[in-house]
Structure formats: structure tokens, C-alpha cells
């Protein structure tokens, strides 16, 4: 939302009042709290007839500084308002001769006071030694319009360079800047500028992240406004943000998913291969059949078969009953298929139409959102006459659980918990009063909270897995989330990739998007090179709109496409689910966009056609018909991983790979920990796991953790060379493993075991799987 007209000027039916100068202030135990009025107070009658802003500033965790500014602090608040971790952090408070200042850990807020000579507002943020962004006169403001709306605005400076990235899952431009972005969850597909998932938080390439805390609709002008700033504003008399340094972008993702909730750790079968029915085709349960055993007959390891929609009758969406005519023994149906070593996935939304029995159940109860006449809302978008389910009622969320309880009693895994973003505002009432503005983004929150506990209650902890569409602040905490609906071109499937990488840099650490693209069909040169793309994405589904997505359907070099990916990403299992484990501990996620894993690499500021699996694999996707890729590779000496081939970093390479191919590199001085189980992703990842040891260079050391299925670390290996010598230091519960030194052609081992030449390099197999271990290298 804008609000000036150019440099000088304001819009037109528009006021707006900003804080002078620092009249007043109070210091207190571990907060500051200034008084700063709209004009300077030259006598003691300025001080009438003017607003007055209240801006305090305290810290609810080390290295982050919370800012609340208000004109009328009268206002009652209604919620819902975001699950915030207020630990509280040691501060130091200064008054000084220019400036109070609140230090947290390594970040300092300083207010400029009213010396007599120095009188303008100004606000900096600065951190070991640096200033890193502010505030200053004319910047913090209360609007109001001619239509007597009123808003809360900040503007925070942007340096020469400096990029802006975040702000939840956007198709637009990966770097921000030049952006005008509304924090408001629409269904608007993949190709617009509308987002499922909005998240008012960004970071920037100078060390700091911003988290503006409203759950309702927050306006950003990226530097659009003002090219030098990012303006962010919210409807009402109050404005919270938070400033979060790093200075690491790592670290600023570790400290703000520390303060809004870290992703939960998926079951490692949902790493796996997921294939849908898709949505409107045609399906039983032969069909359903004809399926899975083509993708066994044709060694396609498959670990998820999803039903989407129409497993329910139509008309009908949800009553959560299988459609009888469709499927007349849905029980014997899913033993059947989960017989076959499946988990099924069911899809659900929080929607009841109109003619589903649970409807008039619902709206007997008090169940479902209603009108502010106390009668249901209802619309014919969608489903006819639906309602939605008003997840503010707890009993409204035990109704909605028990059904799908039944589900799981009867076989079900999971839930596709799709939709949750077309919310209403205008004349709807909530069961415990909250504001439906700030619900409109909030409701996916509960929706998803809502079903992944239930899944967590009765499956336990780290086996509950969803694939959701809508987000906002903390949905984190509820994985997966997919990207929507895309269409089947390559032009999507890099505005995909856009998002998934700007929702990484938002808190999300699982992500996935439909390979092949929903809309349409894709032509088989496009599936086949979203099929790479796709088994390289923390977690994997073919899902399509109108249309099929078994590979035979395209061709029958997509079926060797498919096989060769998802029989590499089961073999990757243990250095994935160890990624996994990372984005549960600390918020990384698994996906990761090269500015995030090389912040001090310039040319990485920009890269959106390619990204870091984890933090030792490049993966750059082919968007092109003929095969042709550019990509940059950072410093040093980087391995294909495919077939070996050494590639020197800090340049930009342009090659050409077949269908079986794509750039997939390995850091140098990287640990890969490789599985011996290439046909399902869920497996004993220690045992025979082999650890390959990438271009360790003199004087570096590498390590690994490899962890249980259950997220618990069961082997660490640490390895130093120095010279020709690599030391290793291996503790576990001595399960066999082996080292592979990649490129190696020759190497001795002291302290007992074999030496092996392979293909690839020496296959190290020691005597012992704990303690010491010394291995002489020969390039």
C-alpha cells in the first residue's frame, strides 16, 4: 500500500502524522519505552492538539529486537494472534548523552534523544560495529484516509546491493526488491502474483531479518515506494515488528523459527514416491491397481498412493465416506494396497457442502462459521452450498477429527489437507470472537494444527506427515506443503522452484510441488525433466488435474527417467533424513537457495534456476527442450555426482544432458553418507550405509551424522587430512560401514580393514565400525 506521491508529496485524501523527536521516556528492567509526539514541542502549548506515539522496544530471545509502536493503545484485541517463544534475553539498557540504547546479544537499537541541537526522530539497528538498517524521520506513520481508515506504516533503509527474500511461498521474482507484496493467503495458482502461502517475514543479504507480527493483512512496498526502503503497513492504531541479526542467513532462519516454531520431522517413508489418482480423472479401484502393479512390474519403487478428491462422492465434499459406488469395500481396498508395503494419503479440506450429511450435523452443533445474523455462511464456490468448519471451536475440532479418526482406524496414513486460503472477512462471526480479518490468513493454522495432531496423537511423534497448500506464521511446525496449481511447462516449473526456494527462506524446511505440472498434460521432454527435479526435492508426488501421471503414459524413456531418480533419491535417504533431522533441530530446510549456503558469494544473490540439497549437493534442473542448462558453480572443486566427472568452481558453466542427466554436484570436502537400499525410502540408514568422501583437502576436516529413522543420531564420523593422511574418528553402535574415497585410485589402511579400487574410488572397509582409523591416499 502507498501512501506518497512521489518524493514530496502525499496521496491525495490522505493524512499522515509521524513521530518528531523522543519527548519523553521510560526505562525499564529490560525494556524502553519512548513518548514521541507528531511535531516539535518549541513551547508548552505544542504539546496540545497533537498525536503522541508510544513506541517500546524489548527482546523476547538473544540477537532479537521486538519494536511496538502505537497511537491509541485503547483498542481491544480480539486475536487470533501468532504463537510467539518469549524466553526473554539478558539486555543492556544505556541513556546516553545522543542516544538510548537496548542491546541484545550482538544487536543494538539506538533512539536518537532530543539534545537541543539533535531533535529528529531516528531509529538504527547495529550489529558488531555496523549499522544495518533504520529508521528515521518521516519513515514511522499513522495514516488516516477521507474514509476515516486508519493505518500503521514503518520504512526500514535497504543499503547499496543489499537484496530482500522471504515473504512465503511467491511465484514472482526470487529478490524482492521492486516488489509491492500483500500478505493475504489466495487460491491463485502458480502464475500469478497471489500466494497460498503468506508469511510476513523477510531476510535480507545484510544479516537481519524483519518478522512484522500480525496475522492480517500486512502491505509491503519493497523497495518500490521508496526504492532505498521496505515500507510495511497494517490496518489499525498498533504496528509490531522484529528485528532478527544473524548475521548468518542460516542463523537468522535458526532464531526466527526458534521464535515462531520449528518444522516437526516427517516419517522417512514420506520421502518416498508418491503417486495420485489425480483429481477429475476417472478411477476405481481397478484402475488404482493397474497403477501400482505397472509401477512394480516396472521396478518403479512407490512408497504413497494418494486418492484425491472424488474417493468421496461428488456433491458431497466432505462427508468423509468413500464413494460406494466407486469403491464398495474401501477397508478391503486399503489392506489390499497396504499389503503391497503402501501408505495411503486421503484428500480432505475443511469445507462441507451443502448436501454432505455432515452439514446439517454441523450446523445443528454450531460447528460450522456463521454469519453475523447467527445464520451458516455459505457459498456455491467449489462445493454447492458449502460451509466452512469453524476451527475456534474445540468441539468443533473433535468433531472434524473423529471422522477422520475413522479413517486412520480403517487404514489411512495421512491427509492431503488441501485449501484454506479463500476465507471470509465481511459480516462473519467466529465462535470465540475473533477478528475475521486477522482469521483469514490464521485459519490455515488451525485447520493444519488441528489434523496433524490428531495424526501425531494417534501415530505418534515424528510419524505424522500432511501435504498441505495453505500456510501462514508457525505452519511450519506442520509439514509438507506443496506448492499448488501449476501448469505443465517448464515456465512453471521454474516459477515453482521461485517459490519453494522464497518459502525455504521463510521457516519451511519440507517442501514438494506436482511433477509433470497439474494443469494440462505436459509433454513428455517437460515430465521427464520435472521427473529429475522433482525425486531432488525433499519430498516427491506425480499429480496432475484431468490427466494421468505414470510415466508409461508419456513415453517409455520416462519410465527409465523415474527409475533412475527415485532409485537415487532412496539411495540419498540417510544424507536426506540427516538434512531432515537439521531442519527440525534448527529450521534449515532441506532445499536450500545458493545465497543461503554461500552468502559471501555475490553471484549467488540472485540464483533461482537452482538450488542446494542439503548442504553438499547443487542441483541445477533443465528447463529447456534441448537439453541445454547454465548454472554457477561456487569456489573450489566440485564432483558430478552421477558419473565423476571434476568441475572447477567460482564460474558459470553451460552444458547439455540427456534425460538421465542433470547437474547434480558434491562440494568439495564434503561426507556423503549413502544408503545400501535403493527401492524404498525407509530403511535401516546406518547399516552398510557408505560413507563417500568428496576433494578433502589438506588441512580440512569433513563429518556426518547419520540418524535412525526415529531422528536419533546412531553413527558420527569425523574425518582430518593432513598431508596424505586422513585421520577418522568413527562413533556409533557399531553397525558396518564403509568409506569410499571418490576419485581415490589408490590407498592403504593402518589399524586393520581392506582397501578396494572400484569405478568410482577405494572402497574402504575397516575391522572395526568405532574409534580410530588411518587411511593413506594416493590422488
Known sequence: MKFSNGQWLIRDGLSISNPAEVRDFDIGQDSITVYAPCKPIDNRGATLDGALFTVSYSSPMTDVIGVRIAHFTGEESRGPEFEICREGAPVKIEDGPEALTLTSGNLTVGIQKNTGTTKKWA????????????????????????????????????????????????????????????????????????????????????????????????????????????????????????????????????????????????????????LSTSFTTEYDEATVNSFIDGMEKRDLPLAVFHFDCFWMKEYHWCNFEWDGKVFPDPQGMLARLKAKGLKICVWINPYIAQRSRLFTEGKAKGYLLKKSNGDVWQWDRWQAGMGIVDFTNPEACRWFTGYLEKLLDMGVDCFKTDFGERIPTDGVSYFDGSDPMKMHNYYTYLYNQTVFELLEKKLGPGKAVVFARSATVGGQQFP????????????????????????GLSGFGFWSHDIGGFEQTASAGVYKRWVAFGLLSSHSRLHGS???????????????????????????????????????????????????????????????????????????????????????????????????????????????????????????????????????????????????????????????????????????????????????????????????????????????????????????????YTGALEIQAEE
Open 123 to 274: 531509529v538504527d539497528f547495529s550489529a558488531d560495529g555496523r549499522t544495518i538498517t533504520g529508521s528515521s524521520f518521516g519513515n514511522t506513520g499513522f495514516v488516516v484516509t477521507d474514509q476515516h481508515e486508519v493505518y500503521m506504516k514503518e520504512q526500514l533503509d535497504l543499503k547499496v546491493g543489499e537484496c530482500v527474500y522471504g515473504l512465503g511461498e511467491r511465484f514472482t521474482s526470487f529478490v524482492k526488491n521492486g516488489q509491492v507484496v500483500d500478505i493475504w493467503n489466495e487460491d491463485g495458482g502458480t502464475d500469478t502474483e497471489q500466494a497460498y502461502k503468506n508469511i510476513p517475514f523477510y531476510l535480507t543479504n545484510r544479516g537481519y531479518g524483519v518478522f512484522v507480527n500480525h496475522p492480517e493483512q500486512v502491505s509491503f512496498e519493497v523497495a518500490s515506494e521508496k526504492v532505498f526502503k521496505v515500507q510495511f503497513s497494517v490496518p489499525g492504531e498498533q504496528l509490531e515488528y522484529y528485528i532478527i541479526y544473524g548475521p548468518t542467513p542460516k542463523e537468522i532462519l535458526e532464531k526466527y523459527t526458534r521464535l515462531t516454531g520449528r518444522p516437526a520431522l516427517p516419517p522417512a517413508w514420506s520421502f518416498g514416491l508418491w
Open 546 to 768: 484431468s490427466s494421468y501421471r505414470v510415466p508409461w503414459l508419456f513415453d517409455e524413456e520416462a519410465v527409465d527417467v523415474l527409475r533412475l531418480f527415485t532409485k537415487l533419491k532412496c539411495s540419498l535417504m540417510p544424507y536426506l533424513f540427516a538434512k531432515a533431522c537439521e531442519a527440525k533441530q534448527k529450521g534449515i530446510p532441506v532445499m536450500r537457495a545458493m545465497m543461503l549456503e554461500f552468502p559471501e558469494d555475490p553471484a549467488c544473490d540472485y540464483l533461482d534456476r537452482q538450488y542446494m540439497l542439503g548442504d553438499s549437493l547443487l542441483v541445477a534442473p533443465v528447463f529447456s527442450e534441448d537439453g541445454m542448462v547454465n548454472y554457477y558453480v561456487p569456489e573450489g572443486c566440485w564432483t558430478h555426482y552421477l558419473t565423476g566427472e571434476k568441475v572447477s568452481g567460482g564460474c558459470w558453466r553451460e552444458e547439455h544432458h540427456d534425460y538421465l542427466s542433470l547437474p547434480l554436484l558434491v562440494r568439495p570436502n564434503t561426507v556423503l553418507a549413502v544408503g545400501n537400499v535403493d527401492n524404498r525410502p525407509d530403511y535401516d540408514f546406518v547399516q552398510n550405509v557408505v560413507l563417500q568422501v568428496f576433494n578433502l583437502e589438506d588441512g580440512r576436516e569433513a563429518s556426518t551424522t547419520v540418524y535412525n529413522g526415529g531422528g536419533a543420531a546412531e553413527l558420527e564420523i569425523d574425518l582430518r587430512r593432513t598431508g596424505k593422511i586422513i585421520f577418522v574418528q568413527a562413533r556409533g553402535a557399531g553397525k558396518p560401514w564403509t568409506i569410499l574415497l571418490r576419485g581415490i585410485q589408490d590407498a592403504k589402511i593402518a589399524g586393520g580393514g581392506t582397501c578396494q579400487a572400484t569405478p568410482q574410488g577405494v572402497l574402504i572397509k575397516p575391522e572395526r
Open 480 to 503: 509438507v506443503h506443496w506448492g499448488g496449481d501449476c501448469w505443465a511447462n517448464f515456465e512453471s516449473m521454474a516459477e515453482s522452484l521461485r517459490a519453494g526456494l522464497s518459502l
